[in-house]
């Protein structure tokens, strides 16, 4: 059964900082492709950093800067280091593991929220 788990949101001042899990199990994570999206209310769910499966790491352009993705596949675990948060960033936070051949096989977490507010 595969599984992913997020972890790590909350509530959070403007310019602070939160660091994001996404443990997985039942999969081979390393030949996965892992993303982040963000779903705020009433908007649709939109792409936030995703890395390869070599590593390679690619960003929304309202993340540039702030935010870096990172995995650690010892661990079978993604990161969303979240830095320079704004409100605009209050959302709800899932990860998705794509396999890197097979299409058919994408997953995703339930979710974790973010509150940036003062």
């Known amino acids: 059964q595969v599984q992913l788990v997020e972890s790590g949101g909350g509530l959070v001042q403007p310019g602070g900082s939160l660091r994001l899990s996404c443990a997985a199990s039942?999969?081979?994570?390393?030949?996965?492709?892992m993303d982040w999206y963000s779903q705020a209310p009433g908007k649709q769910r939109e792409l936030v950093a995703s890395?390869?499966?070599?590593?390679?790491?690619n960003y929304g352009d309202s993340v540039k800067g702030r935010f870096t993705i990172s995995r650690d596949n010892a661990k079978n675990t993604v990161y969303l280091q979240m830095n320079s948060l704004k409100p605009e960033d209050t959302a709800v936070y899932y990860c998705?593991?794509?396999?890197?051949?097979?299409?058919?096989?994408?997953?995703w977490g339930q979710g974790t929220q973010v509150t940036v507010s003062s």
């Open positions: 998705n593991a794509r396999h890197v051949l097979y299409q058919q096989n994408d997953y």
């Open positions: 039942g999969i081979i994570f390393s030949r996965y492709h």
């Open positions: 890395i390869s499966t070599s590593g390679r790491a």
